[in-house]
């Protein structure tokens, strides 16, 4: 969140956000005075606290005078400032408990660098790798939905018969793929300096609160026991929809100390999303489902160092597609569509030849996001209360967060099996993931099992 004091002292800049970043539902000029309202009353709780310790100190010495009448007189002028007192102050906290909820609803104010627009046609396009040297693809790309089904790698129809739609089976090839994947990620993280973390899936919504996702997303969560709808407080429990929240919530209330900084922490997470705002051809195959896989890398570290510190966390999700050889796009993304959190965040997106979108590359096929990089500044380390000393003789502040997908695992996949599919209908494994798969070289599918195979045919 941001301050108090940056409100008060920049209403305008807080006003142009909310605008830059399409934020429509905020009242602001009633938080002002909300704020207003509260720090007035402050000061008339000091005022009435410094009369009414005046006036008691006198009660003892008029008794002592014999000034019984004037003492009576100081002892109900006594009673009528602490009636009083206490009122100022029952609602001096119920203002800031409102001012309190009015703050987490006002977004991450934009670093002056980032593009200003209003959604994603006003990103902006910073670089474009691996379109030099392309592999030779099949005359038609098979959609990844079709050829999971074909190699009987993905079933969607007994996903869907167990969890309900949005849900799929991994098999065989397809599992060991996905398995080599996130084991490979793990790896050359590690190499960059990261250091593992394996946290619980459930997390409470204090937690959700203190990276950003409530109040603002809760219609995107999946709530353990009860309904989205009713109400939640802090112990509430949730499925995790990215290791962003539990891991940085690891220091939640806490103060690290400077030899601690910079902090790089990777995990690897099953991820749940109702994505109530699917749509379109997304909703086929794995792009957009309520359960995937992911690694996320999430960076702790000075205020000074977290510009620098984002472009490094680029370079490292980035990695990952240079090392698998599948090409890809980076993208700035503009104040409109940066999201509630960030201060400046990077888009990376795969390529997928299988599917011609209308603002997919010009080689036909369409972009996927496989992670988002982000700077959030001190915005999530306030929410949860996440500081540092820059000397053990200092007061503590708040550090920098960050983080980045590195990377969102089925969209990987989707590259992999129609970027490296071949003419006869198999798929190429990437020579980076051999060594985890013992050695394999192409995934060429399997025959199907039970009744429904029956009467298919051979394959060709």
């Given at each position: 969140?941001?301050?108090?004091?940056?409100?008060?002292e920049n209403p305008e800049t807080v006003r142009e956000a909310l605008e830059t970043k399409g934020v429509d539902d905020v009242d602001l000029d009633h938080i002002l005075e909300i704020d207003e309202e509260w720090r007035e009353l402050k000061a008339r709780g000091d005022d009435l606290r410094h009369e009414r310790n005046e006036v008691s100190s006198k009660i003892g010495q008029l008794k002592q005078?014999?000034?019984?009448?004037?003492?009576?007189?100081?002892?109900?002028?006594?009673?009528?400032?602490?009636?009083?007192?206490?009122?100022?102050?029952?609602?001096?906290?119920?203002?800031?408990?409102?001012?309190?909820?009015?703050?987490?609803?006002?977004?991450?104010?934009?670093?002056?660098?980032?593009?200003?627009?209003?959604?994603?046609?006003?990103?902006?396009?910073?670089?474009?790798?691996?379109?030099?040297?392309?592999?030779?693809?099949?005359?038609?790309?098979?959609?990844?939905?079709d050829l999971g089904e074909e190699l009987d790698i993905l079933n969607f129809e007994r996903g869907a018969?167990?969890?309900?739609?949005?849900?799929?089976?991994?098999?065989?090839?397809?599992?060991?793929?996905?398995?080599a994947l996130i084991q490979f990620m793990l790896d050359?993280?590690?190499?960059?300096?990261?250091?593992?973390?394996?946290?619980?899936?459930?997390?409470?919504?204090?937690?959700?609160?203190?990276?950003?996702?409530?109040?603002?997303?809760?219609?995107?969560?999946?709530?353990?026991?009860?309904?989205?709808d009713e109400p939640y407080d802090e112990d509430d429990l949730w499925l995790l929809p990215t290791a962003e929240v539990p891991v940085t919530n690891m220091y939640r209330d806490e103060i690290l100390l400077d030899d601690d900084l910079p902090l790089k922490h990777q995990a690897y997470t099953p991820n749940f999303r109702r994505e109530a705002g699917e749509h379109g051809t997304e909703t086929r195959g794995i792009v957009r489902v309520h359960q995937f896989n992911k690694v996320e890398l999430v960076n702790f570290v000075r205020p000074e160092n977290?510009?620098?510190?984002?472009?490094d966390l680029r370079g490292e999700a980035e990695a990952v597609l240079e090392e698998l050889g599948l090409p890809y796009r980076v993208l700035e993304m503009c104040t409109g569509d940066m999201g509630f959190t960030q201060a400046k965040k990077y888009d990376i997106e795969v390529w997928a030849p299988g599917d011609d979108m209308d603002e997919g590359p010009e080689a036909g096929g369409r972009w996927l996001e496989v992670s988002s990089?982000?700077?959030?500044?001190?915005?999530q380390a306030r929410r949860a209360g996440i500081r540092y000393r820059p000397e053990r003789h200092e007061s503590a502040e708040y550090l920098h967060t960050l983080n980045g997908s590195g990377l969102a695992v089925p969209r990987v996949m989707v590259a992999i099996m129609e970027y490296y599919q071949n003419e006869d209908g198999t798929v190429t494994v990437p020579e980076p993931l051999r060594e985890y798969m013992g050695g394999q070289e192409v995934i060429e599918g399997h025959e199907p099992v039970g009744e429904s195979a029956v009467g298919a045919g051979e394959k060709e």
């Amino acid at each position: 969140m941001i301050s108090r004091q940056f409100l008060r002292e920049n209403p305008e800049t807080v006003r142009e956000a909310l605008e830059t970043k399409g934020v429509d539902d905020v009242d602001l000029d009633h938080i002002l005075e909300i704020d207003e309202e509260w720090r007035e009353l402050k000061a008339r709780g000091d005022d009435l606290r410094h009369e009414r310790n005046e006036v008691s100190s006198k009660i003892g010495q008029l008794k002592q005078e014999g000034k019984e009448e004037q003492a009576q007189e100081a002892i109900d002028r006594s009673s009528e400032l602490k009636a009083e007192l206490e009122a100022v102050e029952d609602r001096a906290d119920e203002l800031e408990a409102e001012l309190e909820d009015a703050l987490l609803e006002l977004p991450q104010i934009p670093h002056e660098d980032a593009p200003v627009g209003d959604d994603e046609s006003d990103n902006v396009e910073v670089a474009r790798e691996g379109f030099d040297d392309l592999r030779d693809l099949p005359d038609e790309v098979i959609p990844h939905y079709d050829l999971g089904e074909e190699l009987d790698i993905l079933n969607f129809e007994r996903g869907a018969k167990v969890s309900g739609g949005g849900f799929y089976f991994l098999q065989g090839d397809g599992a060991r793929l996905e398995h080599a994947l996130i084991q490979f990620m793990l790896d050359l993280h590690r190499d960059q300096g990261y250091t593992d973390v394996f946290p619980p899936i459930p997390v409470n919504s204090a937690s959700m609160e203190g990276t950003g996702q409530f109040p603002k997303f809760v219609e995107d969560a999946y709530r353990v026991g009860g309904d989205n709808d009713e109400p939640y407080d802090e112990d509430d429990l949730w499925l995790l929809p990215t290791a962003e929240v539990p891991v940085t919530n690891m220091y939640r209330d806490e103060i690290l100390l400077d030899d601690d900084l910079p902090l790089k922490h990777q995990a690897y997470t099953p991820n749940f999303r109702r994505e109530a705002g699917e749509h379109g051809t997304e909703t086929r195959g794995i792009v957009r489902v309520h359960q995937f896989n992911k690694v996320e890398l999430v960076n702790f570290v000075r205020p000074e160092n977290s510009y620098d510190r984002l472009e490094d966390l680029r370079g490292e999700a980035e990695a990952v597609l240079e090392e698998l050889g599948l090409p890809y796009r980076v993208l700035e993304m503009c104040t409109g569509d940066m999201g509630f959190t960030q201060a400046k965040k990077y888009d990376i997106e795969v390529w997928a030849p299988g599917d011609d979108m209308d603002e997919g590359p010009e080689a036909g096929g369409r972009w996927l996001e496989v992670s988002s990089v982000s700077n959030f500044e001190a915005f999530q380390a306030r929410r949860a209360g996440i500081r540092y000393r820059p000397e053990r003789h200092e007061s503590a502040e708040y550090l920098h967060t960050l983080n980045g997908s590195g990377l969102a695992v089925p969209r990987v996949m989707v590259a992999i099996m129609e970027y490296y599919q071949n003419e006869d209908g198999t798929v190429t494994v990437p020579e980076p993931l051999r060594e985890y798969m013992g050695g394999q070289e192409v995934i060429e599918g399997h025959e199907p099992v039970g009744e429904s195979a029956v009467g298919a045919g051979e394959k060709e």
